[in-house]
Structure formats: structure tokens, C-alpha cells
């Protein structure tokens, strides 16, 4: 059973980690996410859900704004091959969450660590990071060496690679 926002908020106070979260309408979009910005300060995410051919899966945080080239990024990713969406049940099964809530949040749920962490070097220049915790209902504010830390304690080293432009 994935984590609940509530746990997910439970496990990064045991950890020391303090966050601040905004409740709002659902979210599907980085466009529609757009007209929170006077709000909420900081990094804003966009995160994709990819697998390459032999099923390995990876979870991309990059800048709300940036471009990735889905058909280059398996050569900065470590992919075998080209890469692609991965299926809705895959998400859930591993980070558990729906299509339009994918976050970085997500890997509390990857107890096997089967995904790839791969946070853009850009987004990391940002002192705050916002992402949703684990629903589209909300946007969760984390500092960069504390989201790091919630990264580690969950059993991923994430990969800081410059994989956006």
C-alpha cells in the first residue's frame, strides 16, 4: 500500500527535515501549476517516469521550464537504449502515485529501489525545491540538501546530471 502524504510528512520530521506545503486544487500540468507562482517561492518541478527496454525504470526532476530530448537522454541517464513513458500501474506499483502527481516525493514508496533518481543539475542550483507530496492537491517547499537527505534515508543516491537545457 503506497504512502499517504500524512506518513510521508511523519517520515521527514523523524528525519529532522522541516517542509512547508500549500494546499490547492488538483494539478495535472506544469502549465496549470503555472498560476501558483506569486505563492510559492523557489524551484518548481517537472518530473518524468521512464523505462528503457529492459524494464529499468528512472524518475527525472528537472526545472518546471527546462527541455529534456527524450531521445538522447538514455545516453546521460545510464538506459539501455532509448526510453519511454512508463504505464500508469508501473508508477503506482513503484512510486505510488497517479499520472499528473509524479514526484520526487514518490521514492518513499520504491522500497526496493528499482528507480533511478536523476535530479537535473539546474533544479539543484535552486535553494528551495517544490514538489507535490504525493497527490496533485498540494505543492510541498523542501530545501535542496534536505530533499537530498529525504533521497538517502529512503535508500536512493540520487544522480545530479545535466540532462536539461
Known amino acids: 500500500m503506497p504512502k499517504t502524504p500524512d506518513e510521508l510528512f511523519a517520515f521527514l520530521d523523524g528525519l529532522g527535515i522541516s517542509v512547508s506545503t500549500i494546499r490547492h486544487p488538483p494539478l495535472f500540468t506544469v502549465a496549470e501549476s ?12 517537472k518530473n518524468l517516469f521512464l523505462k528503457d527496454r529492459k ?23 545510464g538506459a539501455s537504449g532509448r526510453v519511454s513513458f512508463g504505464k500508469p500501474d508501473l508508477l503506482m506499483e513503484l512510486l505510488g502515485v497517479l499520472p499528473g502527481a509524479v514526484t520526487v516525493f514518490g521514492a518513499i514508496n520504491d522500497s526496493q529501489g528499482r528507480v533511478k533518481i536523476v535530479l537535473d543539475e539546474g533544479l539543484m542550483r535552486e535553494e528551495t525545491i517544490n514538489a ?8 510541498t517547499s523542501i530545501r535542496r540538501d534536505d530533499l537530498l537527505a529525504f533521497l538517502e534515508a529512503t535508500g536512493h543516491r540520487p544522480h545530479i546530471l545535466k540532462v536539461a537545457s
Open 34 to 45: 503555472q498560476s501558483l507562482r506569486g505563492e510559492i517561492a523557489g524551484g518548481h518541478t
Open 132 to 139: 507535490h507530496p504525493l497527490t496533485n492537491e498540494a505543492t
Open 55 to 77: 524494464d529499468a525504470c528512472f524518475l527525472v526532476t528537472v526545472e518546471e521550464e527546462a527541455v529534456v530530448d527524450l531521445k538522447t537522454i538514455h545516453n546521460l541517464i
